[in-house]
T-cell receptor, first 111, second 113 residues
Framework: DGGITQSPKYLFRKEGQNVTLSCEQN?????MYWYRQDPGQGLRLIYY???????QKGDIAEGYSVSREKKESFPLTVTSAQKNPTAFYLC??????????FGSGTRLTVV | QQQVKQSPQSLIVQKGGIPIINCAYE??????FPWYQQFPGKGPALLIA?????SEKKEGRFTISFNKSAKQFSLHIMDSQPGDSATYFC????????????FGTGTRLQVTL
């Protein structure tokens, strides 16, 4: 089955630690996106990539970094510079159309 | 700057009722307006989408109404069922921005028996 796989489902981060969230898709989609979801704030765009080896900042990129070395993979690193990282993180992909396919998300908690 | 405003924040209807969720946008360059459904702990799933050249689109029990002059669009769920209880997000995008979706803040719908 084609889809987007996000891992892990739950992740705990200690203060000052960098953590990486995985996003893999087998849909052969060109564009990939990372969104952050907080209660009452909807989904906010962190980073996006339209092609391999190219990515752009979204609305809330500070404290995050990404890479796009393969078409299938778009990992997100939450750095220690992100002061409030506790949230639900969603990865999505898109082919030539306008609709997104989302993964099941990673819930990150600072401990 | 919130470009898509969604209301209400939460909604409770009885089974068989017709919940209506409203969204308003500011950017006249938007030309694609999808609605997503999200269950707890899951990612959003595309329900239905509309473009501004039509005023209404139906897919099953879900209908989008679109008012271009008012820059508003809404989702109607006919004959709502308890299984429709979820959070619904409206969104919008324009072709000049890599089709980035701007989302509303979500509406939590509960359908009671």
């Amino acid at each position: 089955d084609g889809g987007i796989t996000q891992s892990p489902k739950y992740l705990f981060r200690k203060e000052g630690q960098n953590v990486t969230l995985s996003c893999e898709q087998n849909l052969n989609h060109d564009a990939m996106y990372w969104y952050r979801q907080d209660p009452g704030q909807g989904l906010r765009l962190i980073y996006y990539s339209q092609i391999v080896n190219d990515f752009q900042k979204g609305d809330i990129a500070e404290g995050y970094s990404v890479s796009r070395e393969k078409k299938e993979s778009f990992p997100l690193t939450v750095t220690s510079a992100q002061k409030n990282p506790t949230a639900f993180y969603l990865c999505a992909s898109r082919t030539g159309g306008r609709g997104y396919t989302f993964g099941s998300g990673t819930r990150l908690t600072v401990v | 700057q919130q470009q898509v405003k969604q209301s209400p924040q939460s909604l409770i209807v009885q089974k068989g009722g017709i919940p209506i969720i409203n969204c308003a946008y500011e950017n006249t360059a938007f030309d694609y307006f999808p609605w997503y459904q999200q269950f707890p702990g899951k990612g959003p799933a595309l329900l239905i989408a509309i473009r501004p050249d039509v005023s209404e689109k139906k897919e099953g029990r879900f209908t989008i109404s679109f008012n271009k002059s008012a820059k508003q669009f809404s989702l109607h769920i006919m004959d709502s069922q308890p299984g429709d209880s979820a959070t619904y997000f409206c969104a919008a995008s324009n072709p000049g921005t890599a089709s980035k979706l701007t989302f509303g803040t979500g509406t939590r719908l509960q359908v009671t028996l």
